[in-house]
């Protein structure tokens, strides 16, 4: 359908444009007030200073579209994909935006008076929609929600309230969970592979027995979160919170851990194969028994950390503080160590044969 075949049919009284296919048509400017453009594509579509008050757009694809200046009060934006869309100085008031995806979305000057973002969300009614087909729940409120062994693989979960909720044995590989909350949430056993976890807060969490290989992780908050013979491997922790949380056993075997904190987290007996921790915060963290070897810890904090019979050979800890770090029996053959400073560490044990000490600070 063209720009020109709807005006027209609008223009003749005709209403209902469900599921019309619109993609980047220029709309600037048009009256297209109480009109039904429900699934329609209108992905990159210009509709700049045009009159959508109470249309519906629910289930519309307005990904990239300019919306700029447009007047959607009372609109019906419920699950729309806004994704990327331009919306600023757009008057939004007492428009229905719950489960609309606004990932990217420019707000700027944006008027959102009484604009409905989200609502409580029963567990009975997230799983009948995804059984139905949706998988776009972008900022739903489920705080308590159980669901628990919940299949919702693959599901947009971006933004959404899970705080305290149950999902212990759910599975969630693939599922889109950035920015999040689930705090104090229970997610033992889940499946959580490949799932996008950027900047949430798991914070207090239980991620117990947790599938999390090659999961993004990035930014996220941790602290205090028990991940006790999680599965980790390849995941990407860069400037995660992992402060005071539990890792032990935990395979993080390949994860990216550059810039996170660990300050007081128990990683005894994890394994962190060529882990790369590079400039990581581990002051007071306990990595007894730990497996670390070929593991990249290049300018990271490791004051006051435990080491005791800790598999560090071949680790790279090149200018890394050590200082009154405990390496009682640790394992650091082939470890370079130049221009660490292990001023106050307690080395009794430890085998350093092979290990590359130039510089080193004692």
């Known amino acids: 359908m063209t720009a020109q075949e709807l005006l027209a049919a609008y223009a003749a009284g005709e209403r209902n444009f469900s599921g019309a296919y619109l993609e980047g048509a220029d709309l600037s400017g048009e009256d297209l007030r109480e009109a039904n453009l429900s699934r329609a594509n209108l992905c990159g579509a210009n509709l700049r200073e045009a009159r959508l008050r109470e249309a519906n757009l629910s289930r519309a694809d307005l990904s990239g579209a300019n919306l700029s200046n447009a007047d959607l009060r009372d609109a019906d934006l419920t699950h729309a994909n806004l994704i990327r869309a331009n919306l600023s100085y757009a008057n939004l008031r007492e428009a229905n935006l719950i489960l609309a995806d606004l990932s990217y979305a420019d707000l700027s000057g944006a008027k959102q008076d009484g604009a409905i973002k989200s609502r409580p969300m029963t567990a009975e009614e997230l799983l009948a929609a995804y059984a139905a087909g949706e998988r776009n729940f972008s900022g739903a409120d489920l705080n308590g929600a159980d669901l628990s062994r919940a299949d919702l693989s693959g599901a947009n979960l971006s933004n959404a309230n899970l705080t305290g909720a149950d999902l212990s044995g759910a599975n969630l590989s693939g599922a889109n969970l950035s920015g999040a909350n689930h705090s104090n949430a229970n997610l033992s056993g889940a499946d959580l592979s490949g799932a996008n976890l950027s900047e949430a807060n798991l914070s207090e969490a239980n991620l117990s027995d947790?599938?999390?290989?090659?999961?993004?992780?990035?930014?996220?908050?941790?602290?205090?979160?028990?991940?006790?013979?999680?599965?980790?491997?390849?995941?990407?922790?860069?400037?995660?919170?992992?402060?005071?949380?539990?890792?032990?056993?935990?395979?993080?075997?390949?994860?990216?851990?550059?810039?996170?904190?660990?300050?007081?987290?128990?990683?005894?007996?994890?394994?962190?194969?060529?882990?790369?921790?590079?400039?990581?915060?581990?002051?007071?963290?306990?990595?007894?028994?730990?497996?670390?070897?070929?593991?990249?810890?290049?300018?990271?904090?490791?004051?006051?950390?435990?080491?005791?019979?800790?598999?560090?050979?071949?680790?790279?800890?090149?200018?890394?503080?050590?200082?009154?770090?405990?390496?009682?029996?640790?394992?650091?053959?082939?470890?370079?160590?130049?221009?660490?400073?292990?001023?106050?560490?307690?080395?009794?044990?430890?085998?350093?044969?092979?290990?590359?000490?130039?510089?080193?600070?004692?």
Do not use: C, P, W, Y
Request: net charge positive; glycine share 12%.
């Open 210 to 362: 947790a599938n999390l290989r090659t999961a993004n992780l990035e930014g996220v908050k941790l602290s205090g979160a028990n991940l006790s013979r999680a599965d980790l491997s390849g995941a990407n922790l860069s400037n995660a919170n992992l402060s005071d949380a539990n890792l032990r056993n935990a395979n993080l075997e390949g994860v990216k851990l550059s810039g996170a904190n660990l300050s007081r987290a128990v990683l005894s007996r994890a394994v962190l194969v060529e882990a790369v921790l590079m400039n990581a915060n581990l002051s007071g963290a306990n990595l007894g028994g730990a497996n670390l070897s070929g593991a990249n810890l290049m300018d990271a904090n490791l004051s006051r950390a435990g080491f005791v019979e800790a598999v560090l050979s071949a680790a790279n800890l090149s200018r890394a503080n050590l200082s009154r770090a405990i390496l009682s029996g640790a394992n650091l053959r082939g470890a370079t160590l130049s221009g660490a400073d292990i001023r106050g560490a307690k080395l009794n044990g430890a085998d350093l044969s092979g290990a590359n000490q130039d510089g080193v600070i004692r």
